[in-house]
T-cell receptor, first 113, second 114 residues
Framework: AQSVTQLGSHVSVSEGALVLLRCNYS??????LFWYVQYPNQGLQLLLK??????LVKGINGFEAEFKKSETSFHLTKPSAHMRDAAEYFC???????????FGTGTRLTVIP | DGGITQSPKYLFRKEGQNVTLSCEQN?????MYWYRQDPGQGLRLIYY???????QKGDIAEGYSVSREKKESFPLTVTSAQKNPTAFYLC?????????????FGPGTRLTVT
């Protein structure tokens, strides 16, 4: 069985501060891991994905995530938050060869001016 | 421009009525999906289809039905049997890229049933 847990349903940071959104996964086989972003009343947009090629994955909008097998984590970071980063972020997991994704419950990021 | 279209953006219905949500993609993707999104619950899979004329139930298929007569289209019908249909509905399609399937999402339809 696969699942992801996102710690913290709401995260607030000041503009210019570090963004850290946490995701832990559970999978019996090597997983593929994804981060998506959702702006209000819109669909989801892929930020980045881990497919075992490299443990540090760089995505769009300055975000990156590091796969840590020992901690079963795939936390999303950005060195300096911008107002436009305010959105909801979803972590998701799938298995090799499978096209179904299992989503976390999401983390809403607020950026304080 | 390639993408996924969902219409309408907002939909209002009276309780007891069936309603069909449209999803069209011109990305030439084989697989398509329907998710339901409720506050604090993330996305839950309703139905998915890997090829034309074939589809499988997801985690919360009760009260919903789908069809896949064309590769580009995957409409979702919310029936009167769905006990709590008010939600944000997202359609997606996927393609195999770099060893994994990447899902691309439409803009969503917000359904309100009163």
């Amino acid at each position: 069985a696969q699942s992801v847990t996102q710690l913290g349903s709401h995260v607030s940071v000041s503009e210019g501060a570090l963004v850290l959104l946490r995701c832990n996964y559970s999978s019996s086989v090597p997983p593929y891991l994804f981060w998506y972003v959702q702006y209000p009343n819109q669909g989801l947009q892929l930020l980045l994905k881990y497919t075992s090629a490299a443990t540090l994955v760089k995505g769009i909008n300055g975000f990156e995530a590091e796969f840590k097998k020992s901690e079963t984590s795939f936390h999303l970071t950005k060195p300096s938050a911008h107002m436009r980063d305010a959105a909801e972020y979803f972590c998701a997991v799938s298995q090799t060869g499978a096209n179904n994704l299992f989503f976390g419950t999401g983390t809403r990021l607020t950026v304080i001016p | 421009d390639g993408g996924i279209t969902q219409s309408p953006k907002y939909l209002f219905r009276k309780e007891g009525q069936n309603v069909t949500l449209s999803c069209e993609q011109n990305l030439n993707h084989d697989a398509m999906y329907w998710y339901r999104q409720d506050p604090g619950q993330g996305l839950r899979l309703i139905y998915y289809s890997q090829i034309v004329n074939d589809f499988q139930k997801g985690d919360i298929a009760e009260g919903y039905s789908v069809s896949r007569e064309k590769k580009e289209s995957f409409p979702l019908t919310v029936t009167s049997a769905q006990k709590n249909p008010t939600a944000f509905y997202l359609c997606a399609s996927s393609i195999l890229a770099g060893g994994s399937y990447e899902q691309y999402f439409g803009p969503g339809t917000r359904l309100t049933v009163t």
